[in-house]
Structure formats: structure tokens, C-alpha cells
């Protein structure tokens, strides 16, 4: 809403000579009062100071009271907060553990357990109520909710906030199992297409989209590459090898280094210069010298493809795709998780277990 000259409406308005009409809501309760003042400034002040009384008149003590019992829930938070920032998780993470955080003593307590006001009155069945609610309520995916619960509870029974039973009941909840998502199977010839518009398109990310398509790396882990982690042949002047940081794995204390690199030192070294005097020390750069975010590349890269190939994916696909293309041509289990950096032999199983058309018409003509 503007006034007669324009301006954003500020709640003020001029109705006579020095007769200003002031509007505010607080709570839901509208106020509309005709005041005196010499400018509109002066009468925009009025406003402030009224809406200031109005809400200290209006805050009772029994509100307050009503809201003690949850400091708790607060105060937990705070320190899960400050845990979670000592340990220098990424902010999309720490948000995640924010909205579960939320939902869970505030959102699903309030609907479901009303009478709760603090850590001591939680019971294993408020967890197993959860999880009906969020899946047969919500209609949402329990699984990765489950994983950062299981986190939160364990820092709050740390802190000598929760018993151990409820740690004990989450650990025999287990974890939903994961289901296999279904990858489209696009033509080759499509996808090297794909790659020679991007490259003209967006170079930035090209780049790094290239470089996880040859690796199976995550997008995660890629963007946050510096390039100090390079260890470069000095006579050649080629990269060799890329000393991956445990801080940038998923899994923080195992080291996966990218021994091998064939095939890449172009855009290594091309990704080097793009970065040689910009302030930034990581690999990957986006076009105006800065950090490349993953999630303006995953964006790019979902909008790309449906244009360009009928399908949305995301860089993950490529991850499924080098796995999937390495079990099919009989390529050592060992080695494809080295270059993918997946410490887990369960993980790569799945990968390996996929069957193919052409892994199939192979089978049968070795029979």
C-alpha cells in the first residue's frame, strides 16, 4: 500500500493539517487513532511510542508464566546450536537440525503431547509417536528425519538432558531402509551434447560438473576442493593426485585421496588459473571469482537437463552412473570406490547389484 506521493505506507497518514490518522496490529488487534504533530515524522514517532505501550499493557504476567516451562527447550537448542558451530558444519546443516529441532519439541509437541513442558517428561513413546505422525500424518520421508533426531537426542542426553532409555528406544527404532531410487538411462551421445553446451554456456560450471561425472565424486565434497589439496608434478607442470581433506568427506575421519587423474588435468589446471589471483583458495570458482555454491550448479544442472535431454538430474546421477558403469565393465569394486571416494563396501554393494540391460545381454552371451 502507498500514500498519495508514492511512498511505501508507513502506517501514517496525513488526513488534515497537522491531523495525522496512525494504523497498527499487534496480536491480531488493529488500532486506528487520529493524532497531532507537526510533520510526518514527528507523528510516525507517535506510532512507534504507542505501539511500544500497547505491547508492554498488553503482555500480561500471565503470559509469561505460561511460557516459562519451554525455556528449556530453548536453552537446549542454544547449546546444540553452539556444538554444531564448534564442529564448523556447513549453515545448510545446522538449519536442517534447526527446523527438525522445531518441529519436534514445539510443532509435533504442541499437537500431540500438550502436556510435556520439559526434557524430564519425555518418554520413548513420544519418539514412537513421531515417527506415525511425520509418515502417516505428514506424508513425509522418516529416514533422514530419523538420523538427525537420533543426533539431537544424543547431544541433549550429552548435555544431561534425556535419560539413556531414550536413547536406548531410538536405537532399537532403527532406520527406515533406504529405497533405491530409479536413475533415468540417457544416451551417451545426448549427454556429451549436453556437456559441449555447458561448456560454452557456463564454463564455472562445467568444470566441476565435468570433473564429477569422470569421478563419482559428491558435488558436496567437490566444491569445497582448494587448490592448495593439489599435488602437482613439478617437472610437468600436471596435477597428480588431489589430497582430499577428511573435512570435506561425508564421513569425517577417514581420508580418501583422488590418486588418479587421467583425463582431468585440463580442466584442473583450467580451474587453476580461472582461481590464480582471486582472493578465494578454492578450486572450483564460479564466473564472478567467487566460492562455486553446490546448490546453484545442482540447479543448473536439473534446469539444463529437462531442457536439454527431457529428463531432470542432479549431479548425484553421476555418481550412480560412474558406479554403475564400472560394475558393468568388470572394473575392480576396490578401484571404483577409491576414485568415487566411498569408504563403505555395503554402499558400493548397491551400486554393484544394479542390473543393466546390457550387463544382462553380457551374462547371457558368456553363457
Given at each position: 500500500?502507498?500514500?498519495?506521493?508514492?511512498?511505501?505506507?508507513?502506517?501514517?497518514?496525513?488526513?488534515a493539517?497537522?491531523?495525522?490518522?496512525?494504523?497498527?496490529?499487534?496480536?491480531?488487534?488493529?488500532?486506528?487513532?487520529r493524532?497531532?504533530?507537526?510533520?510526518?515524522?514527528?507523528?510516525?514517532?507517535?506510532?512507534?511510542?504507542?505501539?511500544?505501550?500497547?505491547?508492554?499493557?498488553?503482555?500480561?504476567?500471565?503470559d509469561?508464566?505460561?511460557?516459562?516451562?519451554?525455556?528449556?527447550?530453548?536453552?537446549?537448542?542454544?547449546?546444540?546450536?553452539?556444538?554444531?558451530?564448534?564442529?564448523?558444519?556447513?549453515?545448510?546443516?545446522?538449519?536442517?537440525?534447526?527446523?527438525?529441532?522445531?518441529?519436534?519439541?514445539?510443532?509435533?509437541?504442541?499437537?500431540?503431547?500438550?502436556?510435556?513442558?520439559?526434557?524430564?517428561?519425555?518418554?520413548?513413546?513420544?519418539?514412537?509417536?513421531?515417527?506415525?505422525?511425520?509418515?502417516?500424518?505428514?506424508?513425509?520421508?522418516?529416514?533422514?528425519?530419523k538420523?538427525?533426531?537420533?543426533?539431537?537426542?544424543k547431544?541433549?542426553?550429552?548435555?544431561g538432558?534425556?535419560?539413556?532409555?531414550?536413547?536406548?528406544?531410538?536405537?532399537?527404532?532403527?532406520?527406515?531402509?533406504?529405497?533405491?531410487?530409479?536413475?533415468?538411462?540417457?544416451?551417451?551421445?545426448?549427454?556429451?551434447?549436453?556437456?559441449?553446451?555447458?561448456?560454452?554456456?557456463?564454463?564455472?560450471?562445467?568444470?566441476?560438473?565435468?570433473f564429477?561425472?569422470?569421478?563419482?565424486?559428491?558435488?558436496?565434497?567437490?566444491?569445497?576442493?582448494?587448490?592448495?589439496?593439489?599435488?602437482?608434478?613439478?617437472?610437468?607442470?600436471?596435477?597428480?593426485?588431489?589430497?582430499?581433506?577428511?573435512?570435506?568427506?561425508?564421513?569425517?575421519?577417514?581420508?580418501?585421496?583422488?590418486?588418479?587423474?587421467?583425463?582431468?588435468?585440463?580442466?584442473?589446471?583450467?580451474?587453476?588459473?580461472?582461481?590464480?589471483?582471486?582472493?578465494?583458495?578454492?578450486?572450483?570458482?564460479?564466473?564472478?571469482?567467487?566460492?562455486?555454491?553446490?546448490?546453484?550448479?545442482?540447479?543448473?544442472?536439473?534446469?539444463?537437463?529437462?531442457?536439454?535431454?527431457?529428463?531432470?538430474?542432479?549431479p548425484?546421477?553421476?555418481?550412480?552412473?560412474?558406479?554403475?558403469?564400472?560394475?558393468?565393465?568388470?572394473?575392480?569394486?576396490?578401484?571404483?570406490?577409491?576414485?568415487?571416494?566411498?569408504?563403505?563396501?555395503?554402499?558400493?554393494?548397491?551400486?554393484?547389484?544394479?542390473?543393466?540391460?546390457?550387463?544382462?545381454?553380457?551374462?547371457?552371451?558368456?553363457?
Amino acid at each position: 500500500m502507498k500514500g498519495t506521493m508514492g511512498k511505501r505506507y508507513s502506517g501514517v497518514r496525513e488526513i488534515a493539517k497537522g491531523i495525522y490518522e496512525i494504523n497498527f496490529q499487534i496480536d491480531g488487534v488493529r488500532t486506528q487513532a487520529r493524532r497531532e504533530a507537526s510533520s510526518e515524522k514527528e507523528a510516525y514517532l507517535i506510532r512507534c511510542e504507542e505501539m511500544s505501550s500497547f505491547k508492554k499493557k498488553h503482555t500480561s504476567v500471565a503470559d509469561e508464566v505460561k511460557d516459562r516451562p519451554y525455556a528449556e527447550f530453548r536453552k537446549g537448542y542454544r547449546k546444540i546450536r553452539e556444538k554444531l558451530k564448534a564442529q564448523n558444519r556447513p549453515h545448510k546443516t545446522i538449519l536442517h537440525y534447526k527446523k527438525t529441532y522445531w518441529w519436534l519439541f514445539y510443532e509435533y509437541r504442541k499437537k500431540k503431547f500438550p502436556s510435556v513442558k520439559n526434557f524430564s517428561q519425555l518418554t520413548p513413546i513420544f519418539f514412537e509417536e513421531a515417527e506415525n505422525y511425520f509418515v502417516n500424518v505428514l506424508g513425509l520421508k522418516w529416514r533422514a528425519e530419523k538420523t538427525y533426531i537420533d543426533t539431537i537426542t544424543k547431544k541433549l542426553f550429552n548435555l544431561g538432558y534425556v535419560s539413556e532409555d531414550i536413547i536406548k528406544k531410538l536405537k532399537e527404532m532403527g532406520k527406515p531402509p533406504q529405497t533405491q531410487k530409479d536413475y533415468p538411462n540417457i544416451d551417451e551421445r545426448k549427454l556429451e551434447a549436453m556437456f559441449e553446451f555447458i561448456k560454452k554456456d557456463r564454463p564455472d560450471y562445467y568444470r566441476a560438473l565435468y570433473f564429477i561425472k569422470k569421478t563419482g565424486r559428491r558435488i558436496e565434497e567437490t566444491t569445497l576442493y582448494r587448490r592448495d589439496d593439489l599435488i602437482w608434478d613439478d617437472k610437468r607442470l600436471t596435477p597428480l593426485w588431489i589430497n582430499v581433506r577428511p573435512s570435506t568427506m561425508k564421513v569425517k575421519d577417514k581420508r580418501l585421496p583422488l590418486n588418479e587423474l587421467l583425463g582431468l588435468e585440463s580442466i584442473i589446471i583450467d580451474a587453476c588459473r580461472n582461481g590464480q589471483f582471486k582472493a578465494e583458495p578454492y578450486l572450483f570458482l564460479n564466473r564472478k571469482g567467487r566460492h562455486l555454491q553446490q546448490s546453484k550448479a545442482r540447479d543448473y544442472l536439473k534446469a539444463m537437463s529437462k531442457d536439454y535431454l527431457g529428463v531432470e538430474i542432479t549431479p548425484h546421477f553421476f555418481r550412480h552412473r560412474f558406479m554403475t558403469l564400472c560394475a558393468t565393465n568388470s572394473v575392480s569394486m576396490r578401484d571404483a570406490m577409491a576414485i568415487a571416494g566411498i569408504s563403505d563396501t555395503e554402499t558400493a554393494m548397491r551400486y554393484y547389484q544394479h542390473t543393466t540391460p546390457q550387463g544382462r545381454q553380457k551374462a547371457l552371451e558368456i553363457s
